[in-house]
């Protein structure tokens, strides 16, 4: 998996992105950081089980749904099962080893 490295394709809330099969980072330091990769490995899991596009499809439905939820941008963002499932492995750099298919499911 390629980590590309542009400071202008991310917006000023956003250090990185997984978008299918790069991982874009703000900055070249990110590289090195061993829990932010593995995150976005996991969103590259994610997107690759639903076949990219539907996984896009869902997480901005999500989204949208949580930001009606909670009324609170930041709070919607990290109540979407992707990235509930993420930022709950990211520091488990074996967690991709083990994890089974669709496992953002119990995430919901």
Same mark, same amino acid.
């Given at each position: 998996?390629? !980590?590309?490295?542009? &400071?202008?394709? $991310?917006?000023?809330?956003?250090?990185? @992105?997984? %978008?299918?099969?790069? /991982?874009?980072?703000?900055?070249?330091?990110?590289?090195?950081?061993?829990?932010? !990769?593995?995150?976005? &490995?996991?969103? $590259?899991?994610?997107?690759?089980?639903? @076949?990219? %596009?539907?996984?896009? /499809?869902?997480?901005?439905?999500?989204?949208?749904?949580?930001?009606?939820?909670?009324?609170?941008?930041?709070?919607?963002?990290?109540?979407?099962?992707?990235?509930?499932?993420?930022?709950?492995?990211?520091?488990?750099?074996?967690?991709?080893?083990?994890?089974?298919?669709?496992?953002?499911?119990?995430?919901?």
């Amino acid at each position: 998996m390629r !980590i590309v490295v542009n &400071k202008y394709l $991310i917006g000023r809330h956003f250090v990185g @992105l997984a %978008l299918w099969p790069f /991982i874009v980072v703000k900055d070249s330091f990110l590289k090195d950081d061993e829990a932010f !990769i593995n995150h976005e &490995k996991i969103h $590259i899991r994610q997107q690759a089980e639903l @076949l990219v %596009l539907p996984f896009y /499809i869902l997480y901005f439905a999500e989204y949208i749904i949580r930001v009606f939820q909670y009324r609170n941008l930041q709070l919607a963002y990290r109540n979407i099962s992707f990235e509930r499932e993420a930022y709950y492995n990211e520091d488990d750099l074996n967690y991709l080893k083990k994890r089974k298919p669709w496992s953002f499911i119990k995430y919901f």
